[in-house]
């Protein structure tokens, strides 16, 4: 095979004839969101291959495994347009950003010759090419890219002038941190300073609570056993981000759990409320359990502790259920917060317990400003029928390419959710009451039981999540606050725990949610008593990212497991054969201490108790008044099959397109549509 080349290109484009619904689509969005008139817009996909092939091979596999017969031209080794498109949009992904379309491509390639292909290295790209039948100027380009087509974090973008050459990009990824970290001094700083050094850094650490951190390490006992361990007097940048992770409102809920001085304007009453969560749900639920359980009923197994809920099905099986919202992400990139949202929410089951519960469906609630709002937008807002648009088709990709059927949802227009969306997921799941002889929604963590990271690898996606979801959103909000979803990868991982766990080869397992490795080795080390993280060995996307970023980032798709010593082979094959990426990144101690490395240096070294329970507990005040306006009282429920006879305090209401008259809702009570 002398002909062999190490890189060859493949383009499809539509015959003749054929509807262009992706170019369509552009069209219509660039016209109704941005104003832009595009003319016919043309898409092409677009795939680079870098692997010893001949022309012949090339040519079998974008025939027989990338193009459709029916639908598509093909053409090699060059990009091209057809007469009469002037400018080109060329949309790929920037190193390391997980490419689930080339990854399938390259397993076609891989059954095609016959032969296995690295699964960790990438040999193929996917990329989307959109030309413009309008000479538009490379400003109103960057803009439907930037705006329509492609997040800056993920994708790199190219525009120009067809006659002027199409330029392509593909990324070369690679691997190595930039080992830096930087010790950030509190001594001294005024309680101004504190608060902008806080908001400079995404902390989204009040006053109080920076003051706690800055106590916590100016006192006498921390700064003789940081001494002793060989870290400095000052935090580093490092346990500064745990800390700030670890007590961030999204992680803590410390609005939920705060103290409130609650006084009845009306009766005079004053009294103090110990944590809504705890008095008003948590104790609520423990009551309800309690009644269950002296009269025989104990189905209810897990509550308010874990990733999920499980209740007894019956004496083989849980039912395992999570619920959760991903607003502020969606806000800002809604494709890529909904599509994260869903799969996150699907790892949550996925991984309560030992881990490695069968998912069965998804269910959703997603609340938007009004579609059709014509009026002013603050900087940085997108307009709500864009954030309708990227959150429906996240949630649908998320779901669908992950193979977990969303079964049914419900959509809400109000002009309140214009600004921040409202992305409500839902994830039903069974799993078996024993895994290996084991109770299934337990975890057990032992002294010497391995640290190891499942799934996707680490990119500066993701990095502030936690934090970021903590404070309002303004024009300042990061980018690197949004994860990138991967269902492909998640369903590979989702397989794999499913298979692991029925062997026993799992002791137990978490997600890498709000926080990555942060939060998941932080929350098992409360188990243990105690981890050490070595974070030169965990995988990344690209090369650069510190050790803070490694340890804070959660990108997606990758979970951490706890593994005992002598089951290591075992697992480790078995994620290889499943093409499962596993890395074994430390242990798990009861020593008392988070401790965090990278090359044998220590980056971070945080007390287990002060690091959970040393946040500052909030004391809020509340007072209640009665309301002046009143609603509507009705003396009887309306008779939904009356035809022309409003019921006491209904209007009568036309039903447009219906040969009936009925009674219409009469007004709504705030908050309600």
Same mark, same amino acid.
């Given at each position: 095979?002398?002909?062999?080349?190490?890189?060859?290109?493949?383009?499809?484009?539509?015959?003749?004839?054929?509807?262009?619904?992706?170019?369509?689509?552009?069209?219509?969005?660039?016209?109704?969101?941005?104003?832009?008139?595009?003319?016919?817009?043309? =898409?092409?996909? !677009? $795939?680079?291959?870098?692997?010893? +092939?001949?022309? @012949?091979?090339? %040519?079998?596999? &974008?025939?027989?495994? /990338?193009?459709?017969?029916?639908?598509?031209?093909?053409?090699?080794?060059?990009?091209?347009?057809?007469?009469?498109?002037?400018?080109?949009?060329?949309?790929?992904?920037?190193?390391?950003?997980?490419?689930?379309?080339?990854?399938?491509?390259?397993?076609?390639?891989?059954?095609?010759?016959?032969?296995?292909?690295?699964?960790?290295?990438?040999?193929?790209? =996917?990329?989307? !090419? $959109?030309?413009?039948?309008?000479? +538009?100027?490379? @400003?109103?380009? %960057?803009?439907? &890219?930037?705006?329509? /087509?492609?997040?800056?974090?993920?994708?790199?973008?190219?525009?120009?002038?067809?006659?002027?050459?199409?330029?392509?990009?593909?990324?070369?990824?690679?691997?190595?941190?930039?080992?830096?970290?930087?010790?950030?001094?509190?001594?001294?700083?005024?309680?101004?300073?504190?608060?902008?050094?806080?908001?400079?850094?995404?902390?989204?650490?009040?006053?109080?609570?920076?003051?706690?951190?800055?106590?916590?390490?100016?006192?006498?006992? @921390?700064?003789?056993?940081?001494? &002793?361990?060989?870290?400095?007097?000052?935090?580093?940048?490092?346990?500064?981000?745990?800390?700030?992770?670890?007590?961030?409102?999204?992680?803590?809920?410390?609005?939920?759990?705060?103290?409130?001085?609650?006084?009845?304007?009306?009766?005079?009453?004053?009294?103090?409320?110990?944590?809504?969560?705890?008095?008003?749900?948590?104790?609520?639920?423990?009551?309800?359990?309690?009644?269950?359980?002296?009269?025989?009923?104990?189905?209810?197994?897990?509550?308010?502790?874990?990733?999920?809920?499980?209740?007894?099905?019956?004496?083989?099986?849980?039912?395992?259920?999570?619920?959760?919202?991903?607003?502020?992400?969606?806000?800002?990139?809604?494709?890529?917060?909904?599509?994260?949202?869903?799969?996150?929410?699907?790892?949550?089951?996925?991984?309560?317990?030992?881990?490695?519960?069968?998912?069965?469906?998804?269910?959703?609630?997603?609340?938007?400003?009004?579609?059709?709002?014509?009026?002013?937008?603050?900087?940085?807002?997108?307009?709500?029928?864009?954030?309708?648009?990227?959150?429906?088709?996240?949630?649908?990709?998320?779901?669908?390419?992950?193979?977990?059927?969303?079964?049914?949802?419900?959509?809400?227009?109000?002009?309140?959710?214009?600004?921040?969306?409202?992305?409500?997921?839902?994830t039903g799941a069974v799993m078996p009451m024993q895994f290996a002889g084991k109770n299934s929604w337990e975890k057990n963590i032992d002294a010497g039981d391995r640290i190891v990271m499942a799934g996707g690898r680490v990119g500066k996606d993701g990095i502030h999540g936690a934090t970021f979801s903590s404070i309002e959103l303004d024009e300042t909000a990061p980018a690197t606050a949004v994860q990138i979803g991967?269902?492909?990868?998640?369903?590979?991982?989702?397989?794999?725990?499913?298979?692991?766990?029925?062997?026993?080869?799992?002791?137990?397992?978490?997600?890498?949610?709000?926080?990555?490795?942060?939060?998941?080795?932080?929350?098992?080390?409360?188990?243990?008593?105690?981890?050490?993280v070595e974070l030169e060995k965990v995988p990344l996307k690209y090369p650069g990212l510190r050790p803070w970023e490694i340890f804070v980032s959660e990108s997606q798709e990758r979970f951490t497991l706890v593994v005992e010593p002598g089951k290591m082979a075992e697992i480790m094959a078995l994620g290889q054969e499943m093409e499962v990426e596993l890395t074994d990144i430390g242990h798990f101690t009861a020593d008392?201490?988070?401790?965090?490395?990278?090359?044998?240096?220590?980056?971070?070294?945080?007390?287990?108790?002060?690091?959970?329970?040393?946040?500052?507990?909030?004391?809020?005040?509340?007072?209640?008044?009665?309301?002046?306006?009143?609603?509507?009282?009705?003396?009887?429920?309306?008779?939904?099959?009356?035809?022309?006879?409003?019921?006491?305090?209904?209007?009568?209401?036309?039903?447009?397109?219906?040969?009936?008259?009925?009674?219409?809702?009469?007004?709504?009570?705030?908050?309600?549509?």
């Amino acid at each position: 095979m002398s002909d062999n080349t190490t890189t060859h290109t493949v383009q499809l484009t539509l015959k003749p004839g054929q509807h262009d619904g992706d170019g369509q689509r552009v069209a219509e969005a660039a016209a109704r969101h941005l104003g832009l008139a595009t003319g016919n817009v043309r =898409s092409a996909a !677009l $795939y680079t291959v870098r692997y010893p +092939l001949s022309k @012949t091979q090339v %040519r079998d596999f &974008a025939t027989r495994c /990338l193009a459709d017969p029916v639908l598509h031209d093909v053409r090699l080794n060059e990009l091209a347009a057809p007469g009469g498109f002037a400018t080109y949009i060329l949309v790929a992904r920037r190193p390391g950003v997980t490419d689930d379309e080339g990854t399938s491509a390259q397993n076609a390639l891989a059954d095609l010759l016959n032969e296995p292909l690295d699964t960790h290295t990438q040999h193929i790209f =996917s990329k989307r !090419l $959109y030309l413009l039948e309008n000479d +538009l100027p490379e @400003t109103d380009l %960057r803009r439907i &890219a930037e705006e329509l /087509l492609g997040n800056k974090l993920i994708n790199w973008l190219e525009v120009g002038r067809v006659a002027d050459g199409i330029r392509d990009y593909t990324p070369r990824p690679g691997g190595g941190a930039e080992a830096i970290t930087e010790v950030i001094s509190l001594t001294g700083r005024s309680d101004a300073e504190l608060v902008q050094l806080s908001k400079e850094n995404i902390y989204a650490l009040n006053l109080e609570e920076m003051r706690a951190v800055r106590n916590h390490f100016a006192a006498a006992d @921390t700064q003789a056993e940081r001494q &002793a361990a060989g870290m400095p007097a000052d935090p580093t940048d490092c346990e500064l981000e745990i800390i700030a992770q670890t007590w961030s409102e999204h992680c803590k809920h410390k609005e939920f759990s705060a103290l409130i001085n609650y006084k009845d304007l009306e009766t005079g009453e004053e009294k103090q409320v110990d944590s809504l969560f705890k008095t008003y749900i948590k104790d609520a639920t423990s009551e309800v359990d309690r009644q269950l359980r002296a009269n025989g009923n104990d189905w209810l197994v897990k509550v308010f502790s874990d990733n999920a809920g499980a209740v007894r099905i019956n004496s083989d099986s849980l039912f395992v259920w999570k619920v959760e919202t991903h607003n502020s992400p969606s806000a800002i990139d809604p494709y890529g917060g909904a599509i994260t949202g869903i799969l996150g929410n699907n790892r949550d089951p996925l991984a309560t317990g030992i881990g490695g519960a069968r998912l069965l469906f998804n269910t959703n609630v997603l609340c938007f400003g009004n579609p059709e709002y014509d009026g002013p937008l603050l900087t940085g807002q997108l307009h709500p029928r864009r954030i309708l648009e990227g959150v429906r088709k996240g949630i649908e990709d998320g779901g669908n390419k992950s193979g977990v059927p969303t079964v049914n949802g419900a959509i809400v227009f109000d002009d309140r959710y214009a600004g921040k969306p409202l992305v409500y997921c839902g994830t039903g799941a069974v799993m078996p009451m024993q895994f290996a002889g084991k109770n299934s929604w337990e975890k057990n963590i032992d002294a010497g039981d391995r640290i190891v990271m499942a799934g996707g690898r680490v990119g500066k996606d993701g990095i502030h999540g936690a934090t970021f979801s903590s404070i309002e959103l303004d024009e300042t909000a990061p980018a690197t606050a949004v994860q990138i979803g991967s269902p492909i990868t998640q369903k590979l991982a989702m397989d794999f725990l499913l298979l692991a766990a029925r062997r026993g080869l799992l002791k137990c397992s978490t997600d890498n949610g709000a926080g990555g490795l942060s939060s998941s080795v932080g929350e098992l080390a409360g188990i243990s008593g105690g981890a050490v993280v070595e974070l030169e060995k965990v995988p990344l996307k690209y090369p650069g990212l510190r050790p803070w970023e490694i340890f804070v980032s959660e990108s997606q798709e990758r979970f951490t497991l706890v593994v005992e010593p002598g089951k290591m082979a075992e697992i480790m094959a078995l994620g290889q054969e499943m093409e499962v990426e596993l890395t074994d990144i430390g242990h798990f101690t009861a020593d008392g201490f988070l401790d965090v490395r990278f090359d044998g240096a220590p980056v971070a070294r945080l007390n287990m108790g002060f690091l959970h329970e040393g946040v500052p507990r909030k004391v809020l005040e509340a007072e209640w008044t009665r309301p002046t306006a009143t609603e509507p009282l009705f003396t009887s429920p309306p008779d939904p099959l009356s035809r022309g006879e409003g019921a006491p305090g209904m209007p009568t209401t036309e039903l447009s397109g219906s040969p009936l008259r009925g009674e219409g809702p009469g007004p709504c009570p705030a908050g309600v549509r």
